[in-house]
């Protein structure tokens, strides 16, 4: 167990380390933020030098890299160059809202996705069936940013129930989390179908059915667990992409959260910013899916020789 | 997951080149109508798919207008059916330069399924041959493809795509590279997932036995059983990049704006949404229609070929 | 024009009335209404505003980011900041220079001057405004510090601020400035706190922001919102102001900020799109307020490359193009025509010159004297500029229609002005827009046609070198203005760009909003402001 755990934390500082060259120098391909900070001015070379050497770019690339990497280690993600702020204070200020945003999100994805995927597949072959997995494929076939843009136009231009936009009220998150939620609940309502039917066709649920206990009272006992499993998996593996997910729906409602924080740098060329963010929602997300990892290993242990890797 | 069971799809493809598909067989017995009552999912996403790639073939032919011809005069005229001055000649309206809606919708058919098609093409070819590889060769390079696989988890596309794209401009070819090259991580990880199951079967392994290549037992028994996936895989990419060319040019991203292309149709009428609805539900419609049908054929085909894939 | 069309809502209004009596009625006297004009009902009843009485929201798309006047440059700071800081100058909502923190001012000769302070100002934080902080003010802008920010450059003509007394300094100058009165009215020549700024350093302040202005800022959360409140101890007691609070909420989509306005979120949008005019103008609870800027929006050319190289292209793309209809019909009439980079604002306009008229016949003369039919063009265009995106479609077409052929390319905003136009990768043509805040053609000349500047890679001329140094050098504005004149002609003859239009700014205010001005320069003044 203690080999498997320092395997798997060997293998995330490895994704990290890869990550963090990937978005140190791509995103020093975008051009010289000395001349985004300059814009509106008419700069002598002397101003330009003295910026670039105070913003450390007159350094040699694999230095500025390796100071980076130094500060890295030490948690210190370095100062924005467009506020002045420490970025690290910056990303724990927008942290809090994408994080709940997300966690909204899914909770919303579960609460139609888990009705939708029992129905579907204890009434497997039917319309009903049929419904449910039409709804679930409509769900991931709305571009987010058109459906977003839809929800604000019906349910607080023209209903008035909720908030365009912002963040600060529970109101201010329905319509953000249900435009997420809509999204992953069609991908979250297929795995609980299929899972249930596995659950379903299994031999102790025909013996309980023998004994006779009442249809529902089963599938809520065996099928309802069984189903679980993949689901907290999906939410594991899928918590990445999610907190991504929520990149343009941050932008559509005004949510300030670290993508809308991340998109902005980028078009800004504020690189510490850009990576400082890209590097935690790096880390988050290889935390989140180890834990996945280690919590399945210790529920079933067959699967201990290495999870995803064989 | 899948180890202790049987191998997806194995019963029905052993033999096969690809050819003998059930669904085949299933229309020349039981004929067409119980086809349709038994697959209703199915046969409505060939038709929306069939509908998109008819459109993006004989565009030019349907298209009632020409999708690039500006006329100012006409800004914004209302669909033909809400059209209360009967002066329009646009079925489902103009767009804020006077050019046909339906039209450009019709033509942009064709930048979606570019996008679509030409990325997962790029994303399974590699994906395929990486993921055979990884898997049947294993060590080393195994390591690296699930390592390259956890990269691409945990660093968000989007972001990636702004980066680039910030780079090299936008434009229908950058998007389908890019989505290409970071995708093919998802067919790797299930090609080599079933090779790593396959190698163990006793075709196979008798197949080594009687001295065949490594190469010759991947093409010849490998391959054909990873197919099936590939393409279910393949058919549910396309759906997603559709939207992924959407986000992007919805961020400002995406291709030139005189291309008619369905995500810079929605994202460019995002403010005309009260004044001229037309403008952004019907691009919005055509997308979310093309890529149902092409997820509602991607799920038919796992239930038909391949059982085992999870989303 | 967009009344004819049916709105959407209307429709889906008919379709849902089913469905959704029942929550129609909970909303509003409105409910058992099932007509069309339902829909409008709804639509007015929400954009009602509760929950706030002295108070007033506006809705912007950018945030400040860094509130230290010295690190900024952009016009999103000074519509919040101008609230909060003040300079020596003041420049009113009319653009004329008024007495700021200083009374009074007098040019002792072309690179001395003069400020008489005034007395008894405080800043937010209880600290003195006195000469020490505009010496204090200015060495920080000049110094180290300064260096390491954009604003520093705009002020290099000032050698030395000297202390006279308590509230008297001489501005020494290395060289005459014609645009520095107007420059000490914001960024950079705003008066910041000496001891605040020592106690708790830059980092701090560019989040927690002291000045003197009418408003004090109490809250401030990144990319989400700004809280200013009265400054009740505000030294001009007739500006003191009106309302208890205002908030600017940082929404950067604007379907979303209009979804706001509509619901009575805001109380007051800015940058409405032209898309959305007809939303504004159909609602019977909000006004569209429109502005006239300094921005223009043209055309430039790579003069370096052919065939744009040849003067004859280059002219005919300017008769080719009907700015009347780029302004009529795809920004329903807000805009103005302009025959140079700047507009009526801008010293140095000239009146007497006519922008170029729409001729496709003696455009097509011209293409086919310089032997160019049928040449491709790359026109680069912002990606993410909506408005410039409809523009260059249409212009592309003006130009097909005299025989050229144009192919859009789309570049982010930044990676175009900062990285392909300076470097002559953008291709025959870009899309600039460029609105100098000074509001003195110089500003925009000189980067524009000057040799060798950074937005200049190709256009070099004798002629107007000459012109653009002598006007540099001269603080009489007579001699000024009249050699901008002579630039302006000269430029209309070498065609190095393609003027378009001046842009029109457009905001949207609910009608409890009282004694809204909208500003010429994004400097919103909200003293007067009242709501009902």
Redesign the interface.
């Known amino acids: 167990m203690a080999k498997f755990i320092l395997r798997r934390l060997f293998?995330a500082v490895?994704?990290?380390f890869?990550?963090s060259l990937?978005?140190f120098f791509?995103?020093r391909?975008?051009?010289d933020p000395v001349a985004v900070m300059f814009a509106a001015g008419e700069p002598s070379q002397q101003a330009i030098d003295n910026l670039t050497a105070e913003l450390g770019l007159d350094q040699p690339i694999w230095v500025q890299y390796g100071i980076f990497l130094r500060d890295l280690i030490t948690f210190d993600l370095g100062t924005s160059f467009r506020t002045g702020q420490s970025v690290s204070s910056m990303v724990a200020a927008t942290i809090g809202p994408t994080t709940l945003l997300a966690a909204a999100g899914m909770a919303v994805a579960i609460l139609i996705a888990f009705p939708v995927g029992i129905v579907s597949a204890v009434k497997r072959g039917t319309v009903l069936d049929?419904g449910g997995?039409?709804f679930s494929?409509?769900g991931?076939?709305?571009?987010?940013?058109?459906l977003g843009?839809?929800l604000i136009?019906i349910f607080a231009?023209m209903l008035g129930w909720f908030p365009a936009s912002g963040y600060g009220t529970p109101q201010h998150f329905v319509l953000p989390a249900i435009t997420l939620g809509l999204i992953l609940s069609g991908?979250l309502s297929?795995?609980v179908r299929?899972s249930m039917l596995e659950v379903l066709n299994q031999q102790y649920i025909a013996t309980a059915h023998s004994k006779g206990l009442r249809s529902w009272v089963v599938i809520f006992r065996h099928g309802l667990r069984n189903a679980l499993i993949?689901t907290v998996t999906?939410m594991g593996?899928q918590f990445?992409?999610l907190?991504?997910g929520t990149?343009?729906i941050e932008?559509v409602f005004s949510w300030p959260g670290l993508?809308r924080m991340?998109?902005d740098a980028?078009?800004a060329r504020d690189y510490p910013v850009?990576q400082g963010g890209?590097i935690v929602?790096?880390l988050i997300?290889?935390a989140v899916?180890l834990l996945v990892d280690l919590s399945y290993s210790i529920l079933n242990p067959r699967?201990k020789a290495g999870g995803?890797?064989? | 997951?899948s180890l202790q069971q049987t191998v997806p799809g194995t019963e029905d493809l052993k033999d096969s080149t690809g050819t003998e598909v059930p669904a085949r067989q299933r229309l020349r017995a039981g004929g067409f109508w119980r086809f349709i009552r038994k697959n209703?999912?199915g046969v409505l996403g060939m038709i929306l798919v069939g509908t998109v790639v008819i459109c993006a073939v004989f565009a030019p032919w349907i298209a009632p207008y020409n999708p690039t011809?500006?006329s100012?005069?006409e800004?914004?005229a209302?669909p033909i059916f809400?059209d209360?001055?009967g002066e329009s000649r646009y079925l489902l309206g103009g767009d804020?330069?006077g050019r046909d809606l339906l039209s450009r919708i019709i033509y942009g058919a064709r930048i979606s399924l570019q996008v679509g098609i030409f990325g997962v093409l790029i994303a399974a070819v590699l994906g395929t041959i990486l993921g055979l590889i990884a898997g049947y060769v294993g060590k080393w390079f195994?390591d690296f493809i699930?390592?390259a696989?956890?990269?691409q988890?945990?660093?968000?596309?989007?972001?990636?795509a702004?980066?680039?794209?910030?780079?090299l401009?936008?434009?229908i070819w950058v998007i389908v590279v890019l989505l290409g090259i970071t995708y093919w991580v998802g067919f790797a990880r299930i090609v080599r997932g079933q090779v790593?199951a396959l190698k163990q079967l006793e075709y196979v392994e008798a197949a080594k036995a009687s001295g065949s290549t490594g190469l010759r037992i991947v093409l010849r028994h490998i391959f054909p059983n990873v197919f099936s996936s590939v393409l279910v895989l393949a058919t549910l990419f396309t759906?997603e990049f559709i939207?992924l060319e959407?986000?992007l040019t919805?961020?400002?991203?995406?291709?030139?704006?005189?291309i008619p292309s369905w995500?810079g149709m929605?994202?460019?009428s995002?403010?005309?949404?009260?004044?001229?609805?037309?403008t952004?539900?019907f691009p919005?419609v055509a997308?979310?229609?093309t890529?149902?049908g092409f997820?509602?054929l991607g799920?038919w085909l796992r239930d038909r070929l391949d059982p085992n894939i999870?989303? | 024009?967009?009344e004819?069309?049916?709105?959407?809502?209307r429709?889906l209004a008919l379709g849902m009335a089913g469905t959704l009596a029942l929550s129609a009625c909970g909303n509003g006297d409105d409910g058992g209404n099932g007509s069309a004009d339902g829909g409008e009902d709804i639509d007015e009843a929400e954009a009602e505003v509760d929950g706030r009485d002295n108070d007033l929201v506006i809705g912007v798309p950018l945030d400040v980011q860094d509130w230290d006047p010295i690190a900024t440059f952009a016009l999103a700071w000074s519509t919040q900041a101008t609230s909060v800081f003040e300079g020596l100058v003041h420049r009113d909502l009319d653009l004329e220079l008024q007495p700021g923190l200083a009374e009074d001012w007098e040019y002792h000769d072309d690179t001395t001057l003069e400020f008489q302070l005034r007395e008894g100002v405080e800043f937010h934080n209880g600290e003195p405004f006195n000469a020490d902080a505009v010496a204090y003010t200015f060495d920080r802008l000049l110094g180290e510090e300064g260096a390491q920010g954009p604003q520093q450059e705009n002020y290099t003509a000032i050698e030395e601020v000297e202390v006279v007394d308590d509230y008297t300094v001489i501005f020494h100058l290395n060289t005459p400035d014609p645009v520095l009165l107007t420059n000490l009215s914001g960024y950079g020549g705003v008066i910041v706190p000496p001891e605040y700024m020592e106690e708790h350093g830059p980092e701090h302040f560019s989040e927690n922001p002291v000045g003197t202005g009418p408003f004090e800022v109490t809250e401030y959360s990144r990319d989400n919102q700004t809280v200013l409140e009265r400054n009740e101890n505000y030294w001009d007691e007739d500006r003191i102001p009106e309302l208890d609070t205002v908030t600017f909420r940082i929404i950067p989509?604007?379907?979303t900020r209009?979804a706001e306005l509509q619901t009575g979120g805001i109380d007051v949008m800015k940058e409405v799109?032209i898309?959305?005019?007809?939303?504004v103008e159909?609602h019977d609870l909000l006004e569209l307020d429109e502005v006239e800027t300094p921005t223009v929006r043209a055309l430039r050319f790579d003069v370096d490359r052919e065939p744009v190289d040849d003067p004859r292209v280059r002219e005919a793309i300017n008769y080719a193009i009907d700015r009347n209809?780029l302004i009529d019909?795809?920004r329903d009439g807000y805009g103005v025509p302009v025959a140079s980079f700047q507009s009526e604002l801008s010293f140095g306009f000239n009146p007497d010159l006519e922008p170029y008229p729409y001729d496709p016949d003696r455009a097509r003369e011209l293409i086919e004297e310089a032997g160019v039919e049928g040449e491709e063009l790359d026109l680069y265009?912002?990606?993410?500029?909506?408005n410039a995106?409809?523009a260059?479609?249409?212009i592309?077409?003006f130009l097909e229609d005299v025989g050229l052929s144009v192919?859009?390319?789309?570049?982010?905003?930044?990676?175009l002005n900062t990285e392909l136009v300076p470097a002559g990768d953008a291709g025959h043509i870009h899309w600039f827009g460029w609105g100098g805040w000074t509001l003195d053609f110089h500003n925009t000349a000189w980067l524009l046609y000057s040799e060798g500047e950074f937005y200049n890679p190709s256009f070099a001329d004798d002629q107007v070198q000459e012109l653009l140094d002598a006007q540099r050098e001269s603080v009489s504005e007579e001699e000024r203005e009249e050699i901008f004149h002579e630039l302006t002609e000269v430029l209309q003859e070498l065609n190095p760009d393609a003027p378009l239009y001046a842009d029109v700014y457009l905001y949207a205010i609910n009608e409890r909003v009282q004694n809204w001005q909208s500003p010429h320069d994004d400097r919103l003044q909200l003293e007067d402001v009242t709501v009902d």
């Open positions: 293998h490895i994704v990290v890869v990550i990937l978005i791509s995103i391909l975008t051009g049929f997995r039409m494929l409509i991931i076939s709305f571009p987010n940013f058109w843009i839809m136009l231009v991908i297929r795995l299929s993949p999906f593996v990445g992409g907190l991504a990149v343009i932008q993508g991340i998109i980028i078009n850009v890209v929602l790096a997300t290889v899916n699967i995803s890797d064989s | 997951m209703p999912s011809e500006a100012l005069g800004r914004l209302d809400a209360e001055t804020p330069l195994d699930m390592r696989a956890d990269v988890l945990a660093f968000p596309f989007i972001l990636f702004i980066i680039i794209m910030s780079v401009g936008g434009g790593v759906a939207l959407a986000s919805f961020l400002g991203l995406g291709v030139d704006p005189t995500g929605l994202s460019d995002r403010n005309y949404i009260d004044s001229a609805w037309w952004a539900v919005g997308i979310m229609l890529v149902l997820n509602l799920d999870k989303a | 024009m967009s004819k069309h049916t709105p959407l809502w429709l989509e604007a379907s209009l799109e898309s959305q005019i007809g939303t159909d209809a019909d795809l265009v912002p990606g993410d500029d909506g995106q409809e260059v479609q249409a592309a077409y192919n859009i390319e789309s570049a982010e905003q930044n990676t």
